[in-house]
Structures are given as structure tokens and as C-alpha cells.
């Protein structure tokens, strides 16, 4: 089924989002508050798609009794919680223009697999977030099969939603551990120390894996 989206143009921004991420941290205030006000200008149906996407990714609870986005298959927070489509919406990403052809690319994949698998969904949600969790999952699972002509645009689009929880990418790190982020928390992601840098003394496993060749040199480089 094809969603009328240039798939193309989509796949430059992917890249070109992942290429802009090392630049996030610089304006992590201002990023922050402008994402959190991004989603609403897309409307309430193609953010709900991309925050469904993301917790089929990475699974969390629900953020209240009514939230349809979130399936709530996993205890504690997810990649919607950890801010996915704030990181998504990030200003300093090309990626703004682009979400809503993203998010009718997947709902049409959705209503190609309800259709095939006689689903009924229902009218008042988009076909994505009318899926069960283990139908989204199904009709995620396809989207990265090696003879998917849309595959590297999931590829990538998951890599974000994954640093979105796994490194709070759209955040100042050492803010974000401040505030408490979901993702970073859960994880035991450590915080920095008193001058907000990270530094590592104990950096290896504690033992020897494996005995040092004779010809080691005292600086541990092979003769």
C-alpha cells in the first residue's frame, strides 16, 4: 500500500537528523522547551502514530486510563516517556516536515495488515494505535525485513527512538540525569561528578582476560 509520501526525501532527512545529533546539546534549554511544544502543531493523530511506533520499540506503561498511544506492555517507562517524539521535534533536526508522511506510511502499513488479517479497527485513532501491542509488534517486525523497499527509513527512525531513551539525545546529559530522565534512570546511567564531567578510574574488567603476550612491551603494546 502506498502512502504518497516522497520516500526519498524522507530517507535524506532520516540521515540528515542523525548527522545533525552531535549539535543537540549546544541549545538544550531552548531545544527542550521548543520540542515540547512541536507535537501539537501536527495534530493529535499523527504524534499518537509516532508515539505508538516508539513504545512497540521500547515498551512502557501507560501514562494515564485514556492514553491509546502507549499499550502498557511493560512496567515502567518506555521511549515515549523518555521523550522520542521530542527528540523527533527537535528544532535543530530536519525531521519537523517530514513526521506527518512518516506517520501515514506506517498507518497505512497498519491498515494493510488489519485488512489482511481481519481486523476491525476502530474509527477514532489512527490504524497504527488501533493495533493490539502484539499486532503492532507483527506489523513492526515486517517493516525490517531485508526485502522491505521502506526498510532504512524504520532503520533509522528506530536509532532515534532508541537514543531518545538510551542517551536522552535531545538533552544536555547532565541536565537530563538532573531532571530525572526515564530513560537514562532506568538504565543506571551514571551522573557526572562535582564539575559536571564524566571521568572513568576504574576502566577495565578487574582481572586479567587472558595472558599478556611475551613480547608485550611495558606500555602494553605489542612488540
Known amino acids: 500500500m502506498d502512502a504518497g509520501i516522497d520516500r526519498r526525501a524522507v530517507l535524506r532527512g532520516l540521515a540528515a537528523a542523525v548527522a545533525a545529533l552531535p549539535v543537540l546539546g549546544a541549545g538544550a534549554a531552548t531545544a527542550a522547551a521548543a520540542a515540547a511544544a512541536a507535537p501539537s502543531s501536527y495534530g493529535s493523530w499523527p504524534v ?77 485513532r489512527p490504524p497504527f494505535v488501533g493495533l493490539g501491542f502484539e499486532h503492532r509488534t507483527a506489523v513492526t517486525a515486517g517493516l525490517f525485513q531485508p526485502d522491505d523497499p521502506d526498510r532504512p527509513i524504520w532503520q533509522l527512525l528506530s536509532f532515534l527512538v532508541g537514543l531518545a531513551f538510551d542517551t536522552a539525545a535531545h538533552l544536555h546529559t547532565a541536565q537530563a540525569l538532573a531532571d530525572g530522565h526515564p530513560g537514562l534512570t532506568w538504565i543506571g546511567f551514571p551522573a557526572p561528578g562535582p564539575d559536571g564531567l564524566w571521568r572513568f578510574p576504574e576502566h577495565s574488567y578487574g582481572r586479567a582476560l587472558a595472558a599478556p603476550h611475551p613480547a608485550t612491551t611495558l606500555s602494553g603494546s605489542p612488540a
Open 48 to 124: 499518537s502514530t509516532l508515539e505508538a511506533f516508539a513504545d512497540t520499540l521500547v515498551p512502557g506503561e501507560r501514562r494515564g486510563p485514556t492514553d491509546r498511544a502507549v499499550a502498557g506492555a511493560a512496567a515502567g517507562p518506555g521511549a515515549v516517556q523518555a521523550g522520542a517524539v521530542a527528540l523527533l521535534t527537535a528544532p535543530e533536526l530536519p525531521l519537523a516536515p517530514l513526521l506527518p508522511g512518516i506517520a501515514t506510511l506506517l498507518d497505512a502499513r497498519a491498515t494493510g495488515y488489519a485488512v489482511t488479517h481481519l481486523i476491525l479497527l476502530p474509527l477514532d
